[in-house]
């Protein structure tokens, strides 16, 4: 029968629970001693659990934790913030969250039937890692209207806690929903991910927010810094729509750690398959310290690893990248990347970027483009706008094929107007790379560089009257000039 909790502090372990609910009516509990790691934990095998209405803080672990074959659990209206370890002598060090839910794979008792909502976490933290949010071998998992900021950091004085801050951390989860959650300014001196899923199958996010993720504080042990709103590792059946992220921002000063080690990205896919992104937007992503190695929109990453070899098989429909670097001295500022991840990379492969938009990229390097499409295979640029990259050396769309034998993508019915240097820069092993009824004028270094032989080109002069007739179907690219 249902048992109900009403008023009550809760400190220690509840084993095996069945139907009960736990109210605490919108009491404030706090509780700063180290000695208390929970102040609500669910243990083994727990079933039907509801936690509502209250606000939990400053305890020296998790606040809310549930372990072990707990199923159908249910959590809503409840405010957790500043839980986890804050010093390095304290019992718990490690990794800590404002909810942790977290099954045993070993021992076949996954978390089933996760449900939270109108849950608002704000800065958890550990020394590894603080998380708002963190589930681990569960299925069914369902986040609506969740608030997941600030986790990670220190607010006054402004430093972080430990390696890792993350919004939401989801690992080895299957059947995700994250609707209108919102994960701002989560960070660490590694890491910053607003929402981060890792070894999943099957994942939906619908008009979330990740704004200002922080990473690259003086501590990072040399081995580099990342940020991105949202980040997927090694998950296949996603789709992310509507979502947006703005301001993300990579502090870091370490220099000389490899190509990948420091960096911004909007959303990043790294060894991923199957996906979908809609209606996705990401701005002004920086590095103000200008050491970050890359500062990218869109990361598509690929490499050798496990089944999920390439990415491939992922679409982007209607994106956007605006304002992606922003600092002379970023060394590669990008709208969409698709390079590899390490050099025995197969890199990524049938992608899509359709009716997408890049404008204002700006770095210091040798690779600051619209679309950079780095060893990919098969894969097709359409119905797109670049516009405004501003760099050293770039271009709208870069075709990069030095990794691969040929790399076979399409270029179609894509706008290219007043980038610094050239508007399709096609070079490496690309010599099968097909353009068609593209648009380029006012490229500074061309508009048309490298596309193989024979490829339709028609020059058209500013105000030099008609176009010469075209076949039908036409496949020119048209390469418009200023007079002479």
Not at 27 to 37: A, C, I, K, R, T
Not at 310 to 334: E, M, P, R, W, Y
Request: proline fraction near 2%.
């Amino acid at each position: 029968d249902l048992l109900a909790l009403k008023n009550c502090l809760v400190y220690n372990r509840i084993l095996n629970a069945f139907a009960l609910s736990v109210d605490f009516y919108f009491y404030f509990f706090g509780e700063s001693l180290s000695h208390f790691f929970y102040f609500v934990s669910f243990w083994i095998g727990s079933n039907d659990i509801e936690i509502r209405n209250g606000t939990v803080w400053g305890f020296t672990g998790n606040g809310i934790f549930a372990d072990t074959g707990t199923t159908k659990l249910y959590i809503h209206d409840i405010v957790t913030k500043f839980n986890g370890v804050r010093d390095t002598t304290a019992v718990a060090p490690g990794s800590n969250a404002g909810i942790s839910i977290i099954g045993n794979f070993m021992l076949s008792t996954l978390i089933n039937d996760v449900y939270i909502k109108d849950v608002q976490s704000y800065g958890n933290g550990g020394i590894v890692t603080g998380s708002g949010l963190q589930i681990i071998y569960a299925n069914r998992i369902k986040i609506e209207r969740f608030i997941g900021n600030d986790n990670g950091l220190v607010l006054n004085p402004f430093t972080p806690l430990g390696d890792n801050g993350f919004g939401v951390f989801l690992n080895n989860c299957n059947d995700i929903e994250c609707i209108n959650c919102t994960t701002d300014h989560n960070g660490g001196n590694i890491l910053g991910y607003g929402i981060y899923a890792q070894l999943s199958i099957g994942m939906s996010c619908t008009q979330c927010i990740a704004n200002a993720q922080l990473a690259g504080f003086a501590l990072d042990g040399g081995l580099g810094s990342k940020v991105a709103g949202i980040a997927l590792e090694q998950v296949a059946n996603f789709v992310l729509r509507e979502c947006l992220i703005a301001d993300s921002v990579n502090f870091s000063t370490v220099t000389g750690l490899g190509v990948d080690a420091n960096g911004v990205s909007g959303i990043s896919v790294l060894r991923c398959i199957y996906g979908l992104l809609e209606g996705c937007h990401v701005n002004d992503s920086n590095a103000p310290n200008g050491t970050a190695n890359f500062c990218h929109g869109f990361s598509v990453l690929g490499n050798l690893f496990g089944d999920l070899s390439n990415c491939k098989d992922i679409v982007f429909k209607n994106c956007s990248a605006k304002n992606i670097g922003q600092t002379s001295s970023v060394l590669d500022a990008i709208g969409f990347s698709t390079r590899r991840d390490d050099i025995i990379s197969n890199g990524t492969q049938d992608l899509i970027f359709d009716n997408c938009v890049v404008e204002g990229v700006s770095g210091g390097g040798s690779n600051n483009n619209g679309f950079w499409l780095y060893d990919s295979l098969r894969s097709i640029i359409k119905n797109s706008t670049i516009k405004d990259c501003v760099s050293g050396i770039g271009a709208a769309i870069m075709v990069d094929g030095a990794g691969a034998s040929l790399t076979k993508n399409l270029l179609i019915n894509n706008i290219l107007h007043s980038n610094t240097e050239f508007g399709i820069f096609n070079t490496g092993n690309t010599t099968d790379t097909a353009a068609i009824n593209n648009y380029a004028y006012h490229n500074a270094g061309g508009n048309f560089i490298g596309l193989p032989a024979n490829t339709a080109i028609q020059t058209w002069v500013v105000g030099g009257g008609p176009i010469a007739a075209q076949t039908t179907p036409s496949f020119d690219n048209f390469d418009i000039v200023q007079p002479s």
